[in-house]
């Protein structure tokens, strides 16, 4: 099943579907390729490539300084297409508004599209490094809503400019959401009410930020549900496992780590404990998340292909 609403509404099967980060400039796709073979055993219906902003760096030349972007992870519609062609896998490629105008995303549209790529994860897009705040391009979007209505008016025929009978694209559309809101959000309820409007623009189905209480999701789709967002919600998941990501994890991606888990990890005498217990926790909240009846589970693996695979051994035996 190519498209993953279609494998949504069928219903039959838990959709698991693996994220994963193309690798920096100048280092081999092999690795990667090989990280996700690791992982291939745990049968992905669909595999997510994020996309990332360049960032921008000034060099000086006979004293005038020339602004140039660099772009540290390139390579997203490549490893799509890799992953189509060597893992018989669907790719799900992250589209971001940032450093884009309409124009380059049409064109991007039309590249995916005649690569038979089907689906894409709207987004609006993290600043690069050292920039403190979402700039758009000129004529590029300011929020994600825009760029899903872009990908829909596409999947219309209806291009920017005028075309004597343009042909239509199909892709499916999904979106992100955060089960704690996103950080530059006033609330909860303003974030939910500009996610809706991502879902009335043509969204089929959501993806959410980590995050690592069971209340927390439970509590985000009630309240999702009661402004009308019908949509699947798949809760995404990233293993925490170490010393080092009690830290990290707040601070790059504004989600809580709660008392328990914070304990485990720093009860722990060996980075082996700490790995098992953050495991374990990571079990009981996929447990209880199946139980509550998730149409998904989606895995930040970040890259991490032997760790992840370890910790989808225990996540998942049997559960899928
Ligand atoms: C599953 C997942 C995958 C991700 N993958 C990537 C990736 O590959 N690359 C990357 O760079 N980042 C990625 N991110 C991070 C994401 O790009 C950032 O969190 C970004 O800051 C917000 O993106 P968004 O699409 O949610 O933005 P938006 O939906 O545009 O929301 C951004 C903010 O603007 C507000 N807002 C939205 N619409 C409006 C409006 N019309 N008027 C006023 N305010 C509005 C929202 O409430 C929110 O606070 C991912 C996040 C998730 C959860």
């Known amino acids: 099943m190519a498209k ?36 291939m055993p745990f049968e992905p219906q669909f595999i997510n490539v994020t996309y990332h902003q360049p960032h921008m760096v000034y060099e000086e030349k ?30 799900v490629p992250h589209l971001i508004c940032g450093s884009f105008n309409r124009y380059e995303t049409e064109d991007t549209l039309i590249d995916l599209h005649f690569l038979g790529i089907e689906n894409i994860l709207a987004l609006r897009g993290d600043p690069p490094p050292g920039q403190p705040r979402y700039i758009p ?18 999947n219309r025929g209806q291009y920017i400019d005028e075309l004597e009978d343009p042909f239509p694209t199909h892709f499916c559309i999904g979106v992100a959401a955060y089960p704690e809101k996103h950080f530059e959000s006033p609330n909860l309820e303003k974030d939910l009410f500009y996610l809706k409007k991502k879902v009335d623009m043509g969204a089929e189905y959501i993806i959410t930020q980590m995050f690592y209480d069971f209340r927390l999701y439970r509590d985000f789709v009630e309240k ?12 995404g998941l990233k293993p925490l496992v170490s010393k080092k990501q009690i830290m990290s994890i707040p601070s790059s991606f504004h989600v809580n780590i709660p008392a328990e888990l914070v304990a485990l990890i720093e009860e722990a005498r060996t980075r082996e404990q700490a790995f098992a217990s953050g ?19 989606h895995v930040f693996t970040m890259g991490q292909g032997r760790a992840a695979k370890a910790l989808l051994e225990t996540v998942f035996a049997g559960k899928l």
């Open 224 to 235: 999702a549900r009661a402004m009308g967002i019908q949509v699947p919600i798949i809760p």
């Open 4 to 39: 993953v609403i279609d494998w949504l509404n069928q219903n039959r099967k838990l959709l698991f579907s693996l994220e994963i980060t193309p690798p920096d400039r100048g280092k081999s796709v092999d690795d990667i390729l090989t990280a996700i073979e690791t992982l």
């Open 62 to 91: 006979d004293g005038v300084i020339t602004r140039r972007p660099r772009r540290k992870k390139p390579g997203t519609v490549g490893i799509c297409s890799a992953i189509k062609n060597r893992f018989r896998v669907e790719p």
């Open 137 to 154: 391009e000129k004529d590029g979007h300011q929020y994600a809503c825009q760029l899903v209505e872009q990908i829909a008016q596409l």
């Open 279 to 297: 495991v374990r926790y990571l079990a009981r909240l996929v447990e209880r998340l199946i139980a509550y009846g998730v149409p998904g589970i």
